[in-house]
């Protein structure tokens, strides 16, 4: 079953490429489900460690690292082939996990989960380029679909298997339950994936690489503490922001006369390329600006705690899986695409406004549904977009194509989080102000500038009610006075970030109709080859031709 010739190209044949299948579907699973097992566990490390003040960097160390080495993955598979990367990345991600479990400070545990972020970076973008290597466009609609059920399960999953681990052994052992699956993984890798020399001789874009980095390190930080450590408008942010910016200006201008781009400047003249990118990131924003902060919602004004909130959020990632399998299998039988990317838009927009006309009598049963719908529209969308570009271009670039469009999408993220939590925290701020009854003004002081997802748990919720006891026999209920208008708040704050997310899902579904269509390839895909330059202009004059 070991592979032993040496291919040109990355495609996957024979029985070897169900092996190479279940190797993806494993290091996806353990992989997505990782980050939710780790976020449960998260409140037991920090009172372990005594870290708090470093609690946000565990999560930032590991996604900086991640994002800036996926569009190098991407590009360097293809030219030397996916398997030394897929091994270096599982093999990276197997020590962070094993240093973050021996971690005996939070600095240690962030500097471990930076090592995890290196080899994540290619545990992102190397499975679904496998898909691609395995399975030609038209076929790999339903896979897409089944790679979308295996996320959606490990984040059902996560949570449960991290609380059961950290009660039951202890929070190390979040970390070490990834070893035996990266094991199994690294197995699968070696026996299953070919070895590849490139045609000609490759200089690798190595300054290119090095600029991105520098330019996006910046960037990401300055989102990351926009909102909460700094003022958006404060000095370091701004030095962040425009370091960056001329950094990734630098980068540009030295890709546009590199011998051989890490990320070329013509790629974004390909009309599917560059519009899918355009939708990523305004599903991206429609999705976070939505979900993100549904759990505050579901625990803040409907009164479900954690683990009712997890539930349900469940629902919704089930809706997700059926979406990308219904529009996976669509795909596949008919070979297009355009219609079901306006039918996925008009959805997200449905949901989105649906959740828009939620307020503080809203039942867990109308989020629910609300939830699902919107779901079934991001589900159906997002790998829709992923199999569009793939076949946009020579089977050759589809490392670099996939990797760049995923890493777009995870910024996405990145950039929503703050922007949505400075959003919730101003409209909570300017409502409560508004909302408290005048026997409660003298709080106020003592709630300005507070977050308002610090006062839904339970020890907080407590604490504030021991301090209102103190007051006498009125004391319960100036807590509840207080309490009611803390919901209505966060009503308020919420239903802004709904209408962020309705924008974005508007865009998105205006968007849809600039997207080409190209119809599908079947096996003919992996006999194309050639240039960047001259793949990108075939394609383009057949997206002319399809379009006409």
């Known amino acids: 079953m070991a592979q032993s010739s040496v291919q040109t190209t990355n495609h996957i044949t024979g029985s070897r490429k169900w092996f190479a299948l279940i190797t993806v579907l494993l290091t996806m699973f353990f992989s997505s489900m990782d980050q939710t097992v780790v976020s449960t566990a998260m409140p037991t490390i920090i009172g372990k460690l005594h870290g708090f003040s470093l609690y946000a960097w565990t999560f930032t160390a590991y996604m900086m690292a991640s994002s800036v080495t996926v569009p190098i993955y991407g590009k360097l598979s293809d030219v030397f082939g996916r398997k030394p990367f897929y091994l270096f990345g599982l093999i990276m991600f197997g020590i962070g996990s094993a240093i973050s479990g021996q971690a005996h400070t939070m600095t240690e545990l962030v500097w471990a989960r930076a090592v995890q972020g290196i080899g994540a970076g290619a545990m992102m973008s190397m499975p679904r380029a496998t898909v691609g290597d395995i399975f030609d466009p038209k076929e790999r609609g339903k896979w897409m679909g089944v790679m979308g059920a295996v996320f959606g399960v490990s984040s059902i999953l996560g949570p449960t298997i991290g609380g059961w681990i950290t009660d039951t ?248 989080s703050p922007i949505f939590g400075t959003i919730l925290n101003k409209a909570f701020s300017d409502k409560l102000s508004h909302t408290l009854p005048a026997s409660l003004k003298q709080f106020q002081s003592k709630l300005s500038g507070v977050n308002p997802q610090s006062l839904l748990t339970s020890q907080a919720q407590h604490s504030l009610a021991a301090e209102f006891n103190k007051l006498g026999a009125q004391g319960h209920q100036l807590y509840l006075q207080l309490m009611d208008a803390v919901k209505t708040s966060l009503t308020f704050g919420i239903q802004r970030l709904f209408e962020v997310g309705l924008v974005f899902a508007i865009l998105c579904f205006i968007g849809t109709f600039f997207l080409p269509e190209v119809k599908l390839k079947g096996q003919e895909y992996f006999q194309t080859s050639g240039s960047t330059e001259s793949g990108i202009e075939g394609h383009e004059s057949k997206e002319r031709k399809e379009d006409n």
């Open 169 to 416: 052994f202890s929070w190390r052992w979040v970390f070490y339950i990834n070893l035996p699956f990266a094991v199994l993984a690294i197995i699968g890798v070696i026996f299953s994936l070919p070895k590849v020399r490139a045609e000609h001789r490759v200089k690798v874009d190595w300054i290119g690489s090095a600029l991105l980095i520098v330019g996006l390190v910046p960037i990401l930080l300055g989102f990351t503490w926009a909102g909460s450590k700094y003022h958006w408008n404060s000095p370091i942010e701004i030095t962040l922001f425009i370091g960056g910016i001329i950094v990734l200006a630098l980068f540009m201008l030295w890709e546009r006369k590199a011998s051989d781009p890490l990320l070329s400047p013509e790629l974004f003249k390909n009309r599917i390329f560059s519009t899918s990118l355009i939708l990523g990131i305004l599903v991206g924003m429609t999705m976070f600006g939505s979900i993100m902060f549904l759990p505050v919602y579901v625990q803040g004004v409907i009164g479900l705690n954690a683990q009712g909130s997890g539930w349900v959020m469940a629902p919704m990632m089930i809706s997700f899986i059926v979406g990308s399998i219904v529009s996976g299998q669509v795909m596949s039988r008919t070979g297009r695409y355009k219609v079901m990317a306006w039918i996925s838009g008009a959805v997200i927009v449905l949901g989105s406004f649906l959740l828009n006309q939620m307020n503080v009598h809203t039942s867990w049963t109308t989020v629910v549904i609300n939830m699902v719908i919107l779901g079934l529209g991001i589900g159906s969308l997002m790998p829709m977009m992923n199999v569009a570009v793939q076949n946009a271009f020579p089977y050759s670039m589809m490392g670099t194509v996939n990797s760049t469009q995923q890493f777009v999408q995870s910024l996405s993220g990145v950039i929503a």
